[in-house]
């Protein structure tokens, strides 16, 4: 398999994810799906000549894109801290260490999935009109990426540990579906 998700073919990825392994699972696809989604946005706004929201969507698609890997990563870590010996004076530690990682990556694919529907709702409300279509398609899936990445904190949060990421994630999906909704009601 390639070094990066974002190395490999659709085909591969697609047998990647059904794969009998852990990784990549729901934050990849979450991340993935979010830059699926700034990208349309980005071409919905090439489209409308809007420069800068071509390159605000660019830029979205820049930054979550490589946490496909990071949430892979994450998993992979957790998993190893999982696999020490129950004797291991470190065990503790790096389990709440890796725990907290496996939080922290998915927020991060929250946050930049709440842009990415926010910029695209506004190209569906205000954008080329041939291109909204697109720009809603774009709102839906950073909706659905964001609420998968807030279910993904929540399967992860044990104890008081990352109850404020869990819910601010869960707030920014509820936000973006109600966009996805609005921008089919257009």
């Known amino acids: 398999m390639a ?27 979450a991340a993935l799906t979010t830059a699926l989604a700034a990208a349309l946005a980005g071409m919905a706004a090439r489209f409308g000549d809007d420069g800068s929201a071509a390159e605000r969507a ?5 930054a979550v894109a490589p946490l ?12 190893a801290a999982t696999r020490l010996r129950r004797d291991d004076p470190d065990r503790a530690g790096a389990i709440s260490a890796a725990r907290r990682e496996t939080i922290e ?20 409300r205000s954008g080329n009109r041939n291109l909204h279509g697109d720009a809603a398609a774009a709102v ?16 992860n949060v044990t104890d008081d540990a990352g109850v404020a ?17 609005a921008a089919v009601r257009r």
Do not use: K
């Open 140 to 155: 839906h899936l950073a909706a659905a990426a964001a609420t998968t990445a807030a279910e993904l904190i929540a399967a």
């Open 105 to 124: 990556v998915p927020a991060r694919i929250t946050e930049l999935a709440g842009q990415v529907a926010d910029l695209a709702a506004d190209l569906a």
């Open 68 to 79: 496909a890997d990071a949430d892979a990563a994450a998993y992979g870590g957790y998993l």
């Open 58 to 62: 660019d830029a979205l698609r820049a």
């Open 3 to 29: 070094d990066s998700l974002l190395d490999l073919t659709v085909r591969e990825l697609l047998d990647a994810a059904a794969a009998r392994t852990p990784a990549p699972g729901g934050g990849g696809a």
């Open 165 to 181: 990421e869990r819910d601010r994630a869960r707030e920014i999906g509820a936000t973006a579906r109600r966009l996805a909704e």
